[in-house]
């Protein structure tokens, strides 16, 4: 079995082939935990091969369904239940900045998330940046580096063809780093700060090695008695699909609502901007009188005259 990682050694050297039960429980390991499907899955399979991790963490911009903070709950207690550590839940925290939430700075702005102008600072700034400063403080992280023991985080991309894409663009932009690093401390200069998650840690696609597409992924959450959760992410997020944004007006009608105002700010703030809500260039308040997510797309076709591609996602 291949051990697919992006690699922190020398550029040029090939990614290390090594088995789970030898590399993957020497080394320390950290689960970014998105609390969705393949994160959740990635971890029940961590424990059906008898590997416990160190950490399991989750950046939470401030804008989850309901649905996805109430199965926290669930899951910390079947992580109890099998010995593994709770879920640490961590947030963005502003220096200077009078908004702590995603949802709170694109109204402060009075703009829409970067990931409608198919940026990518929201994830950023509310995901990894919190994330990074709690491993670099973490006593097991400091206390892997000073022995020079290997760290593992754990990235849930499935074994699709959207997913492949994303791991190897993250692969490629490490190495680069990494490369830049390796630069760096042949003239005597440490990483810089933003470096410091390449320098020290490994991404590993546990999914990906073991080639579950995301259909095979809720077998292996209920196989111990876990519910399987709902998608995960920003009610208000722009890769959401034409139906997904009917069946958020549905289910949370307050959302959708909030979701509206974003957009409604955002187009009649300082910016004017003309783009709705999404990364194409339809608006959610288009959806604002559709009650059938099967005919949503259908709507966006007719204001548009362009089908909605699907698979844009962050």
């Given at each position: 079995m291949t051990f697919t990682t992006d690699s922190t050694s020398t550029p040029g050297e090939s990614a290390p082939s090594e088995s789970y039960s030898g590399c993957m429980q020497s080394a320390l390991l950290i689960v970014s935990y998105g609390l969705g499907l393949d994160s959740t899955a990635m971890t029940v399979l961590l424990y059906q091969l008898g590997m416990r991790p160190d950490i399991i963490?989750?950046?939470?911009?401030?804008?989850?369904?309901?649905?996805?903070?109430?199965?926290?709950?669930?899951?910390?207690?079947?992580?109890?239940?099998?010995?593994?550590?709770?879920?640490?839940?961590?947030?963005?925290?502003p220096t200077r900045a009078p908004y702590s939430t995603l949802e709170d700075k694109c109204?402060?702005?009075?703009?829409?998330?970067?990931?409608?102008?198919?940026?990518?600072?929201?994830?950023?700034?509310?995901?990894?940046?919190?994330?990074?400063?709690?491993?670099?403080?973490?006593?097991?992280?400091?206390?892997?580096?000073?022995?020079?023991?290997?760290?593992?985080?754990?990235?849930?991309?499935?074994?699709?063809?959207?997913?492949?894409?994303?791991s190897v663009k993250t692969t490629a932009g490490r190495l680069k780093v990494?490369?830049?690093?390796?630069?760096?401390?042949?003239?005597?200069?440490?990483?810089?700060?933003?470096?410091?998650?390449?320098?020290?840690?490994?991404?590993?696609?546990?999914?990906?090695?073991?080639?579950?597409?995301?259909?095979?992924?809720?077998?292996?959450?209920?196989?111990?008695?876990?519910?399987?959760?709902?998608?995960?992410?920003?009610?208000?997020?722009?890769?959401?699909?034409?139906?997904?944004?009917?069946?958020?007006?549905?289910?949370?009608?307050?959302?959708?609502?909030?979701?509206?105002?974003?957009?409604r700010v955002a187009q009649g703030g300082k910016h004017q901007t003309r783009q709705g809500l999404s990364i194409g260039l339809w608006h959610w308040a288009w959806l604002a009188d559709c009650d059938d997510p099967a005919k949503a797309s259908a709507v966006i076709k007719a204001r548009t005259g362009k089908d909605v591609k699907d698979g844009l996602r962050p």
């Open positions: 963490v989750f950046a939470d911009t401030g804008a989850e369904k309901p649905e996805t903070y109430a199965y926290l709950d669930v899951f910390n207690a079947w992580l109890r239940s099998v010995g593994f550590p709770e879920v640490t839940v961590v947030q963005y925290e109204l402060t702005n009075e703009n829409l998330p970067s990931l409608a102008f198919r940026g990518h600072e929201c994830a950023l700034v509310f995901k990894r940046e919190p994330i990074t400063k709690f491993l670099k403080a973490h006593p097991l992280v400091q206390a892997a580096i000073a022995s020079g023991r290997a760290i593992h985080k754990l990235i849930g991309y499935d074994d699709s063809a959207a997913d492949r894409k994303r990494v490369q830049q690093i390796e630069e760096r401390r042949s003239c005597g200069k440490a990483p810089l700060a933003d470096q410091w998650e390449a320098a020290h840690m490994t991404n590993v696609y546990m999914l990906q090695d073991r080639n579950l597409s995301r259909p095979m992924l809720p077998a292996i959450v209920q196989s111990v008695g876990l519910p399987v959760p709902v998608k995960s992410a920003c009610f208000f997020c722009p890769a959401s699909r034409p139906e997904e944004v009917v069946e958020l007006k549905l289910t949370h009608p307050e959302l959708f609502e909030r979701a509206l105002h974003i957009e």
